[in-house]
């Protein structure tokens, strides 16, 4: 079981992507007149993911000790008919249910998977022994720890990319007990379950086979199409990955149009959010996830430009 996790805020979900994985702070310089145009795409709501994107400093906060349960855990919530919150104060998970079981979008980590997800879903009315799949959003054990447990104990399927089944296999810093090779996506698949379909497309970035999923929700008799990215930040620096995320963003962006997306979501809770909404459905504002298309794309031009200020930057 993992000794240390780093929680919650802009900066610490940073150093979490970034420090976990060995990544450098980016080299000092001056924001460019594109770095102000995503800072001005951005505005207040999305302030988060500019943040986290174009400074050109990531700040490092001390690691929190995962005993101190009141430091990562947050109770489960609704967010819609059939998409449940079930992640922790700095990392998401989300549980889709559909007329034939779950689909669970991200497993956290080992020591978390109980109280959030198995516990989360029985606290909700929702039975996790009906989970059928679980979606690995990229090969970071803040999003796959958890996900042994549950193909053991539940005997849900296990999907991830080609690319970061490979990253998974490979990594060496993370303690969670990593989940057996199972279902494998090459570039782009429809999962599908009962009536549900969800579209998992590849958009690598932040590892070399990040998914990222467009899905159906339902908010009493309306239907809306979720946009989840499914990670955000450099972790390597390097040229491939600035101009993958750039190219990723822009392509999803397109998709989402196409599909109508105007819900945002990520998968980890300060860049979509999330608190604030289920706050703000609990004092009965109506589909405060909803967003509109508009905040969808703002959210991938953010992205793309960041990244492509970061292209500039350090490959000049």
């Known amino acids: 079981m993992r000794k240390q996790a780093l929680i919650g805020g802009v900066a610490l979900v940073a150093a979490m992507m970034a420090t976990a994985i060995g990544a450098a702070p980016a080299p000092a310089s001056a924001p460019d007149p594109k770095m102000r145009s995503a800072e001005a795409v951005a505005g207040k709501d999305l302030r988060a993911l500019y943040e986290v994107l174009c400074p050109v400093d990531v700040v490092h906060p001390p690691a929190e000790n995962v005993a101190d349960r009141a430091s990562w855990y947050s109770p489960p919530a609704k967010a819609f008919d059939d998409l449940y919150y079930v992640g922790q104060q700095g990392v998401s998970a989300w549980a889709l249910k559909t007329d034939e079981g779950l689909i669970l979008?991200?497993?956290?980590?080992?020591?978390?998977?109980?109280?959030?997800?198995?516990?989360?879903?029985?606290?909700?009315g929702l039975d996790p022994a009906t989970i059928r799949y679980v979606v690995v959003t990229h090969g970071h054990g803040d999003h796959y720890g958890g996900a042994r447990y549950l193909q053991d104990t539940y005997g849900a399927r296990v999907v991830a990319s080609r690319k970061d089944w490979d990253v998974i296999a490979q990594t060496i810093r993370w303690t969670d007990p990593k989940?057996?090779?199972?279902?494998?996506?090459?570039?782009?698949?429809?999962?599908?379950?009962?009536?549900?379909?969800?579209?998992?497309?590849?958009t690598p970035g932040h590892t070399p086979g990040t998914l990222s999923l467009l899905f159906p929700v339902h908010d009493g008799a309306e239907r809306h199409v979720a946009a989840l990215w499914g990670g955000t930040a450099f972790n390597t620096r390097t040229r491939e990955q600035y101009a993958g995320m750039a190219a990723s963003a822009e392509r999803f962006a397109g998709l989402a149009r196409q599909r109508g997306a105007d819900v945002w979501l990520s998968n980890h809770p300060v860049f979509d959010d999330t608190f604030a909404k289920i706050a703000a459905e609990r004092k009965g504002a109506t589909s405060p996830f909803v967003t509109g298309q508009a905040t969808v794309q703002r959210a991938l031009k953010v992205a793309a430009q960041c990244s492509r200020v970061a292209l500039a930057r350090d490959y000049p």
């Open 179 to 202: 989940p057996r090779r199972d279902i494998v996506v090459d570039g782009a698949m429809d999962l599908a379950l009962g009536r549900t379909v969800i579209s998992l497309i590849e």
């Open 105 to 124: 979008i991200d497993a956290l980590f080992d020591y978390s998977v109980g109280p959030e997800i198995v516990d989360g879903l029985k606290a909700l």
